[in-house]
């Protein structure tokens, strides 16, 4: 199965230099007062979800799955090793922004803000973990081509969602049962919230494992 | 002695192609070859050995593994090659080996590095620079390097020039030295066949429609050309996918000594090539 | 061992295997007890079918002029010089016979077939 993860790595060797870029664009344009607070987040996520999405459409463009199913490989672990990558890219991204920002603030530079967090590290794992919990099922069904539309859909509502809710948070909305919500969660430390909110994420990525698997082990090629 | 090879019954539904129970086995130490034209069910049958579509009945064993309940036990045993190349294009010839070799239980650096050389392979180059035979002859590497004993082979020729086919034929002959491997070599280049197939098996429209050794394919079956005034009724029940023009008919016949013992006059026997056998026979079938 | 095949022959290419060896093995060429290649060695250099050379070599072990050892390979039958002999007059007389078709369709004699024959013996 690292053979598996070995490749998603391989295909991609491009991207890392992009991923640099991007890491650097993000860190720079976000500085109003909204986006910066979440400007590591928003970074990492798209870079991560870019190599995430890359590797899924590097297997469509050479149609090799029909060489991974020739070869003695269980269904299962390609689709596992699908979800792993997704984390070793995720791990990558997070690094890669980190770094620039951490180099950026040790210049002297007036930004980004601050230096990386580990609740920025705990979000991004948690939305990527979300994200990929709706693509997978979809991909493994339909394949890269076909869910693209649905992808474009994911990947708008990830990177705004976030930042509006932030913005939400920290002005309060006109909904009742929002602010309730809200207040509810407030309740909770810190701690608590992050440690709810990765249970959450583990079991949509369970979840969506066992649908990808089913779906997987119908496919015909 | 067991078979590489055992299919029984098998059978897959597609939207207007049906494969209707075929069933045929290739035994350890020879090569067979699946003819038949374009959409007859040669691919169809051999994604249906690798499991990449599923069947709706019958059984499949290859060196006497289920092909369902022993999926990756079997395709340890299997080195494939397909019509196209669908290995990454992007990534070298090394890296795509590092992450193959791994899955096979068996697999022999030292081999592969062996037809490395031989085939002349560079291998830090992308796939995507490698010319179509070239590419051919990475993914034999790759299904010859891991002690295979069961080689499958979907239209490996298709575009390339006799050189090459021959310097392949070459190759699979020196495979199967070793008696207890089997090759199942599909093509529509039947020339090559002619020189490499030992056993026949023609399909058409989702049927098998002959499936014997070529010895024998060549012992009974035999070309009749002749005068158009020959074709009485005794002897046009022996005829197969006649064809008449201005000059004269010729058909295939399968009981060739049958007919040539009879002597006629102005009409000539002889040995037909695989593509003759295929192109009558399909002829054949389409007046019925 | 010297084996040609003709592919646009009508004659089996098994027979032309069984029928070039044979005469090999008449003649002398090939000694009792050497070793023939093996069936799929013939196979690979001949560029055909080893179903076909596998019935060559049938062929010849039913005419008992090889000997085919289970593991070990096929060798030429260690034959004495009698049975050789009888083999080798029945070649002859093959060939005699043919040359007598031949003569009759041509209207000639046999008091000139043997006049031939004469001169063809005296040019030794």
Redesign the interface.
């Known amino acids: 199965m ?3 993860i ?2 998603d790595i ?2 991609q060797k491009k991207s890392f230099f992009f991923a640099l870029g991007y890491s650097l664009f993000v860190l720079i344009a976000f500085q109003n007062q909204v986006l910066a607070e979440s400007s590591y987040i928003m970074g990492a996520m798209a870079t991560a979800y870019m190599l995430v999405i890359g590797a899924c459409a ?1 297997e469509e ?4 799955e ?2 991974l ?6 269904r299962r672990d390609i689709v596992l090793a699908r979800y792993l990558s997704s984390f070793v890219f995720v791990f990558g991204a997070f690094i890669i922004i980190g770094l620039m920002g951490a180099l950026m603030k040790g210049l002297g530079l007036p930004i980004p803000l601050r230096y990386v967090r580990p609740s920025d590290a705990v979000a991004v794992v948690i939305s990527l973990a979300i994200l990929t919990s709706f693509y997978f099922p979809v991909y493994f069904r339909f394949g890269y081509i076909k869910s693209r539309f649905f992808n474009l859909i994911l990947f708008l509502l990830v990177f705004f969602v976030p930042s509006l809710a932030v913005s939400y948070i920290k002005e309060g909305s006109s909904y009742e049962a929002l602010d309730r919500v809200m207040a509810l969660i407030a309740e909770f430390s810190a701690w608590q919230t992050g440690v709810g909110a990765v249970i959450l994420a583990v079991l949509a990525m369970a979840v969506s494992a066992r649908i990808s698997l089913s779906v997987y082990r ?1 496919r ?2 | 002695m067991g078979n590489v090879l055992e299919i029984k019954d098998l059978r897959k539904q597609y939207d207007g192609f049906l494969l209707k129970d075929i069933s045929f086995s290739l035994p350890e130490g020879y090569v067979m070859g699946f003819i038949g034209p374009n959409g007859a069910g040669k691919t169809t049958t051999i994604k249906l050995i690798m499991n990449l579509i599923r069947r709706d009945a019958g059984e499949i064993e290859v060196c006497g593994f289920d092909n369902i309940a022993n999926e990756q036990e079997m395709k340890e045993q299997i080195g494939f090659v397909y019509d196209e190349n669908y290995y990454y294009e992007e990534l070298t010839v090394n890296e795509i080996k590092r992450i193959v070799a791994p899955f096979y239980r068996n697999w022999d650096e030292g081999v592969y590095q062996q037809y490395l050389k031989l085939f002349e392979l560079p291998a830090h180059k992308k796939i995507k620079a490698l010319s179509k035979g070239m590419k051919m002859k990475f993914s034999l590497a790759l299904a010859l390097s891991h002690q295979a004993r069961f080689l499958i082979m979907d239209e490996p020729t298709s575009g390339l020039d006799p050189v090459f086919r021959s310097e392949l034929l070459d190759i699979l002959r020196g495979y199967l030295i070793s008696a207890d491997r089997g090759v199942l070599f599909s093509s529509h280049v039947t020339s090559d066949l002619d020189k490499i197939a030992d056993y026949v098996t023609l399909i058409n429209n989702g049927e098998i429609l002959l499936c014997c050794s070529k010895e024998e394919l060549l012992g009974q079956y035999g070309l009749v050309k002749g005068d158009k005034r020959l074709l009485e009724e005794g002897l046009r029940r022996e005829l197969i996918g006649l064809q008449e023009n201005s000059f004269g008919f010729t058909a295939l016949t399968k009981s060739a000594a049958n007919i040539a013992a009879r002597r006629y006059e102005n009409l000539l026997v002889e040995r037909p090539s695989l593509e003759d056998i295929m192109l009558y026979m399909i002829r054949g079938e389409k007046h019925v | 061992m010297h084996i040609i095949i003709a592919n646009s022959s009508a004659e089996p290419i098994y027979e032309q295997i069984t029928r070039q060896i044979k005469n090999q093995i008449l003649t002398g060429v090939l000694s009792a007890g050497e070793a023939l290649p093996s069936i799929r060695n013939l196979a690979r250099e001949l560029q055909i079918s080893v179903i076909t050379t596998k019935r060559a070599y049938d062929e010849l072990e039913r005419e008992g002029l090889i000997e085919t050892v289970g593991g070990k390979g096929s060798f030429v039958a260690g034959q004495n010089k009698e049975y050789l002999h009888e083999k080798r007059l029945g070649l002859l007389e093959g060939k005699l016979a043919r040359v007598v078709d031949e003569a009759k369709g041509l209207g000639i004699t046999k008091k000139e077939v043997v006049e031939m024959l004469t001169v063809l013996f005296e040019e030794d």
């Open positions: 690292s053979s598996l070995l490749k391989l295909l590097y463009k050479n149609n090799s029909v060489v199913n020739s070869l003695p490989l269980k119908r015909e090629f």
